[in-house]
Every structure is written in structure tokens, then in C-alpha cells.
């Protein structure tokens, strides 16, 4: 049986790296690729891949958000996450939106399609020092409070978050202003930057 998969990395070094490491596996092709959650989206839909191997941190929509549109939709495409975040945090966020795999950038390519074939196969495969970790510290943050603080992290003014997540003003500062208290800091950029740092965002 060849697992069909999508493979989706802003990066298109590591993209065309990683597609034709996984091709020299004798059960594994790649059927499509993406530069971004759009795109990523838009392949799961029309190839119907068995596997989806996505990084987290990619433009339009994250992994984690594919993979939780995925589930979502009720699509058979299963998700495995393949990142450079070796945070509980990023881990504890994955498997919520229904990811089946996490796995780091680092590991060894026969680790990889190893784990590729066990999420096929309707089982998981998770880092095991991160699966160690990953319910040690709760994330505190709602999904809203993730979206505006993310967006604060990047410089955008109140207005202009609020215009990108269909919110009024003082919404917006709500959000800011809950968030920055449960983070115990005195401003959004501390609040983004600790949040960042434990792989809230």
C-alpha cells in the first residue's frame, strides 16, 4: 500500500529537501506540496492525501489551524506536525486541533517515515521528551486571546486588529487587557513575547 502524502513548509529548500527524502521511502509519494495554509487547504481538498506533513509557522493560516479546519470539515486526511518548536506549549495546541503526529525538524528521516506509517496506520506519533512535557504548564490563553495577542506581537495597532478579526476597538483592548493580566506582565509585547516563548501563539 503507498501512503499518499501533502507536504506543506513556507521554506521551499526545506520543502523540496524533505519531498524527495521521503520519496526514496518505497511506501510514501508525495502527491502535492504548499508554501502555505491556503494552499495546504486547498490540496487536502482536491487530493484527498492520506497524510498531511505541515509546519506550524507558515503565512495565511498555521498548521495547527489546518489541522484543526481538517477536523473541522470531517475529512479523512490525517495530520502530522513537523516543526523546529520544541515547546509543550506548540504540542499541547497541536493535538487539541487534532493533529496525530509532532515531530521535530531534527529527527532522522527514518524516524519520520516511521511515523508517517504509524498515523496512517490510525495511531500517534509525538516527540517524547515533548509528550514528557507538554502538561506541565496549561495554556491560560482563549483561542481570541491567542488571535489578538498574536496579531499585537507583530506590530499591528488596535484598529488594525480589530479590522482583521471583524471586532470593534475597545473589543480588541479587552482581549489585550485580560491576556496581558494572565501573562502577569505590564504590556502586549511582554505578554506576546511569553506567550511565544511557551508556544501559546
Known amino acids: 500500500m503507498t501512503i499518499r502524502l501533502v507536504l506543506a513548509e513556507d521554506q521551499r529548500m526545506v520543502l523540496g529537501a524533505l519531498g524527495a527524502l521521503l520519496e526514496m ?4 509519494t508525495v502527491a502535492g506540496t504548499a508554501t502555505d495554509g491556503h494552499e495546504a487547504m486547498r490540496m487536502v481538498e482536491s487530493l484527498a492525501p492520506d497524510v498531511l506533513l505541515t509546519d506550524i509557522e507558515m503565512p495565511a493560516m498555521t498548521g495547527i489551524e489546518v489541522a484543526s479546519e481538517i ?5 479523512p486526511t ?5 516543526t523546529t518548536f520544541a515547546r509543550s506549549g506548540y504540542l499541547r495546541r497541536a493535538l487539541d486541533a487534532g493533529a496525530a503526529g509532532y515531530l521535530l525538524k531534527d529527527a532522522p528521516s527514518a524516524t519520520l517515515a516511521a511515523a508517517i506509517r504509524s498515523v496512517h496506520a490510525g495511531g500517534r506519533a509525538i516527540d517524547p521528551q515533548l509528550a514528557a512535557d507538554a502538561w506541565s504548564e496549561a495554556d491560560p490563553l482563549t483561542d481570541r486571546e491567542r488571535q489578538v495577542l498574536r496579531l499585537a506581537g507583530e506590530g499591528l495597532a488596535n484598529t488594525e486588529i480589530a479590522a482583521r478579526l471583524h471586532l470593534s476597538d475597545g473589543t480588541v483592548r479587552n ?3 485580560v491576556a496581558i493580566g494572565k501573562l502577569g506582565v505590564t504590556n502586549r509585547t511582554a505578554a506576546a513575547r511569553i506567550a511565544r516563548e511557551r508556544g501559546w501563539l
Do not use: A, N, P
Open 71 to 75: 477536523r473541522r470539515r470531517g475529512l
Open 175 to 177: 482581549y489585550l487587557s
Open 78 to 82: 490525517r495530520v502530522v506536525i513537523l
Open 25 to 28: 521511502e518505497e511506501d510514501l
